[in-house]
């Protein structure tokens, strides 16, 4: 160790902006908030409704939530819905073909797969419930103090001190409403089409926008008893993924159970322009034209689909292709979708980026000990934690955005290691996804404790 940097005359508490309300911004904030650290989140949106249905928390998720701050997990706790009997939960996920069936037998949907395979893989106590996002973000909101969200401030750009019109050592940011305010540091967490990374690369870089993966996704909800009335209460009641020839459906029970939220991923060859928005109104046809040769389980799927009030349909967008380099910069960042939106085949994107939020939590307060102790001054302090949680989460977060691709071609028959072979498929998504939920957390907590060890305040280069 070396000696302490003692020149700092004064410390001030750091100061931290976060960029974006979402899942990453609210639970890393009130995880700075529980540590001491002083923190405001800048949301641009007016009031805090969310939009998206259905997202499900992996046990790596929850244990990260549970780190970050206990009420975090409670909050998946409150608002997760059972898969299955309330009274005896199906904690798997269940996988089975949902395409090849003989076409000449005329069965019910919930005839068909009676004493069919069904691969079964356990996603932990009460692993992946499916949760409505907003109201899960209403629970995060009831524990955050008040003072900490402003909404309605949309970021425009941020100026470094030094830079133009900042004489000031801390970080000046501008916003939409010509509103400005000023920080140590500035934290993106404003999802897929984050304006933090775009300033932090440029607007003209493909590194700073998201891409279309070519497929999309047709969302609905449908009420629970029309479910059962079609599929019966197993099938309705219970989450289950069919696979097939280049695509794939999924359904869970959201809503407490009242409702069942599906998804059907389809190829689309033609483009998506980003300026069109991430969701269009569905024709009814391309849909059934989709599905038109699968079995009839899940032609009774997308009929119920069909039926549902508000389905719409989303292009899948990610990071993939043009992945960023790094997540930080000097006293800039991002986190979450913002630094690695991947499609959402393995349901982790929020999951990961919760893990980026316990590493954010984990850096700065041992930033503000060293501060507090004078060990090191609080430039150096502050570029050095984001660099260490850029160093630490690259790796993993990155191998996601690839591997949610991936799983996607297992899905659909179209990994060659796999082909139509559920069983082999089977064995690929179980890999993966036990990458994804078995994850050492402890072991990342130590690595960023290990990295601000090993670089005495002396040496470092940012
Ligand atoms: C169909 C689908 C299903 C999914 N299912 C799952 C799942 O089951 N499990 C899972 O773990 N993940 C899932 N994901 C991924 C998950 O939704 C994302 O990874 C997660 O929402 C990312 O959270 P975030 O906070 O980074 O971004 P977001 O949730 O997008 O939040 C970003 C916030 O930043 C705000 N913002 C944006 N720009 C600005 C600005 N300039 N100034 C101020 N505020 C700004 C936005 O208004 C928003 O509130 C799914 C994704 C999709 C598309």
Redesign the pocket.
């Known amino acids: 160790m070396s000696t302490p940097n003692t020149n700092t005359p004064s410390n001030p508490p750091i100061t931290v902006a976060i ?7 609210s639970a890393l904030a009130l995880g700075l908030h529980k540590r001491n650290i002083r923190v405001k989140v ?4 007016q009031t805090l409704r969310s939009i ?1 249905a ?5 046990k790596n ?1 929850r244990e990260c939530l549970a780190l970050i701050d206990p009420r975090l997990d409670a909050c998946v706790t409150a608002v997760g819905t059972v898969n299955g009997d309330p009274r005896d939960p199906n904690n798997n996920m269940q996988f089975v073909d949902g395409y090849t069936h003989d076409p000449v037998e005329h069965c019910l949907p919930n005839e068909e797969m009676v004493g069919r395979f069904v691969f079964k893989l356990f996603a932990g106590e009460r692993g992946f419930e499916g949760c409505h996002r907003a109201q899960f973000l209403e629970g995060v909101m009831e524990v955050m103090p008040e003072e900490v969200v402003c909404l309605g ?3 425009e750009r941020y100026c470094l001190p030094g830079e133009g019109e900042n004489q000031s050592d801390k970080i000046k940011l501008v916003f939409g409403d010509g509103g400005v305010d000023e920080a140590d540091i500035v934290i993106g ?7 933090v990374r775009q300033l932090l690369y440029g607007r003209d870089n493909p590194i700073s926008h998201p891409h279309y993966t070519h497929k999309v ?1 047709y ?1 609905g909800l449908v009420p629970m008893n029309l479910a059962i009335s079609h599929l019966g209460s197993y099938r309705a009641l219970n989450q289950h993924m069919y696979g097939g020839p280049n695509a794939h459906v999924l359904h869970f029970p959201v809503a407490d159970q009242k409702l069942m939220n599906v ?1 059907a991923f389809v190829n689309d060859l033609d483009d998506w322009p980003l300026d069109k928005g991430m969701t269009q109104p569905a024709s009814k046809d391309e849909i059934a034209a989709a599905f038109v040769d699968w079995g009839p389980t899940v032609k009774g799927v997308i009929e119920l689909l069909l039926r549902s009030k508000e389905m719409d349909k ?1 292009g ?1 967008f990610d990071m993939y292709e043009y992945p960023a380099p790094r997540y930080a910069e000097g006293r800039v960042c991002i986190a ?3 630094a690695h ?1 991947s499609a ?1 085949h393995h ?5 990961i ?1 919760v893990e980026d939020a316990l590493a954010l939590c984990v850096v700065l307060e041992r930033a503000q000990r060293e501060i507090d102790s004078g060990y090191r001054g609080k430039v150096d302090a502050l570029g050095f934690a984001l660099k260490t949680f850029s160093d630490v989460r690259y790796e993993r977060s990155q191998w996601l955005v690839r591997s949610s691709r991936e799983v996607c071609e297992t899905y659909e028959w179209v990994n060659p290691e796999c082909g139509k072979d559920m069983a082999k498929g089977f064995e690929d998504v179980k890999a993966r996804s036990h990458q994804i939920w078995y994850f050492d957390i402890e072991g990342m907590v130590k690595d960023l404790q290990r990295a601000f060890d090993m670089v005495p305040a002396e040496d470092l280069v940012l």
């Open positions: 960029i974006g309300n979402g899942v990453i911004g800048y949301e641009q949106a998206g259905g997202i499900a928390f992996t998720a401030r949309r970021l967490c404003d999802g897929i089409k984050s304006r996704a969302r998804v989303w899948v979450g979708d913002a939106a959402p349901g982790a994107g929020a999951g980026g």
